[in-house]
C-alpha cells in the first residue's frame, strides 16, 4: 500500500521475533490481497480495511472465508460498518472490495462483541470528521489492555465510554435484567448526553437494527 514503515531493534522475546516499529504518514494505494499470505494476516485485515478506506483506488481481499467464523462474522461486521458510513465496497463470500479515496464521517456503529472490530472502529475515528460511538468497548481489554491509554499517547480524545451489562435473556442469571440502559430505551444515549455535550439537533445515530432506530427516536434524534 506505500505506507512508510520502519523495522528496527529486531530480536527474541520468549524464543519469538520481536522489533520496535515507527510508522510515518503517508498515502496509501490500494492493493489486492489473496493466497498464501491470508493466514498470516487473517486478524489484521479488519484494520487493513479501515487503511483502504483511505487508499487511493480500490483494495481487494480474497480467500479469507476465515473471517466468517472469527469471534463474529467480520466480512459482515466491517461490511455494515463500510455501509452505515456511505463507504463504496463489495462483499463477496471469502472477501471484500473497497473502492477508496472515501472519507471518515463518524457515527454510532455495532462492535459485535469483536475486540478487533472495536479497535479498528476506534482507529477509524481518529481519521473521522465527526466524532463516533461505539456500543461497548470492554472485550478490547482481552487482546490490548493498555489500547485506550496507547491511543491517549498519541492524542486521541475519548470522552466516555459505555455499555449496559444487562440482558432481558442473559447467560449468568446475576445480569438477567430488563433496564433502561438497553435498546430500545434512550437511557445509554440518555447518560451519555449526561456526561458529554452531545447536541441533539446535529446528531444521529446509525445502527443495524430496528432497536437502534428505536433508541434514537426514544432519544430525540433521527436514526439510520
Wanted: proline share 5%.
Amino acid at each position: 500500500m506505500g505506507g512508510r514503515i520502519e523495522i528496527f531493534n529486531k530480536r527474541d522475546v520468549a524464543n519469538e521475533p520481536v522489533a520496535d516499529i515507527k510508522v510515518v504518514h503517508s498515502e496509501l494505494n490500494g492493493i489486492q490481497i489473496d493466497g498464501d499470505i491470508i493466514p498470516k494476516l487473517i486478524d489484521e485485515i479488519p484494520i487493513i480495511i479501515i487503511a483502504s478506506v483511505v487508499a487511493k483506488g480500490p483494495t481487494i481481499i480474497k480467500d479469507a472465508s476465515e473471517l466468517r467464523v472469527k469471534e463474529t462474522d467480520r466480512l459482515f461486521a466491517m461490511a455494515e460498518f463500510l455501509k452505515n458510513s456511505n463507504i463504496k465496497h463489495n462483499l463477496f463470500d471469502d472477501g471484500i472490495e473497497i473502492l477508496g479515496d472515501s472519507d471518515f464521517s463518524g457515527g454510532n456503529f455495532n462492535s459485535f462483541n469483536d475486540h478487533r472490530i472495536a479497535m479498528s472502529m476506534l482507529i477509524f475515528g481518529l481519521a473521522s470528521e465527526n466524532p463516533i460511538t461505539i456500543d461497548d468497548p470492554k472485550m478490547i481489554k482481552t487482546s490490548f489492555p493498555n489500547f485506550l491509554e496507547t491511543l491517549q499517547k498519541i492524542n486521541a480524545k475519548i470522552d466516555e465510554f459505555f455499555y449496559s451489562p444487562w440482558h432481558p435473556e442473559g447467560i449468568n442469571k446475576d445480569y438477567e435484567r430488563v433496564a433502561h440502559l438497553r435498546k430500545p430505551s434512550p437511557g445509554m444515549l440518555e447518560l451519555a448526553q449526561s456526561k458529554c455535550p452531545i447536541n441533539k439537533t446535529s446528531s444521529f445515530l446509525i445502527g443495524d437494527q430496528i432497536t437502534d432506530i428505536k433508541a434514537a427516536e426514544n432519544f430525540g434524534i433521527k436514526g439510520y
